[in-house]
């Protein structure tokens, strides 16, 4: 079987105003890290992009008796 998906890039910011900018090149919020310490806790936002496809080729196990071959 053969499954073709996207790869991504992933990034984090914490700044509005450079979250709208990456918004406007085609990043998407895909959750968020709260971090902290004793002067207080920043949240950052993560964010990913499509950066190419990559193609992902399931095989039968019976065709290789579950060993790969070494190149």
């Given at each position: 079987?053969?499954?073709?998906?996207?790869?991504?890039?992933?990034?984090?910011?914490?700044?509005?105003?450079?979250?709208k900018e990456l918004g406007?090149?085609?990043?998407?919020?895909?959750?968020?890290?709260?971090?902290?310490?004793?002067?207080?806790?920043?949240t950052a936002i993560i964010?990913?992009?499509?950066?190419?496809?990559?193609?992902?080729?399931?095989?039968?196990?019976?065709?290789?008796?579950?060993?790969?071959?070494?190149?």
């Amino acid at each position: 079987m053969e499954i073709e998906t996207y790869k991504w890039d992933y990034t984090y910011e914490w700044e509005l105003d450079k979250l709208k900018e990456l918004g406007k090149q085609g990043w998407e919020i895909c959750g968020s890290y709260v971090s902290g310490n004793s002067y207080g806790t920043n949240t950052a936002i993560i964010l990913k992009r499509p950066c190419g496809k990559v193609r992902i080729v399931t095989r039968d196990q019976a065709q290789n008796n579950g060993y790969e071959n070494e190149r």
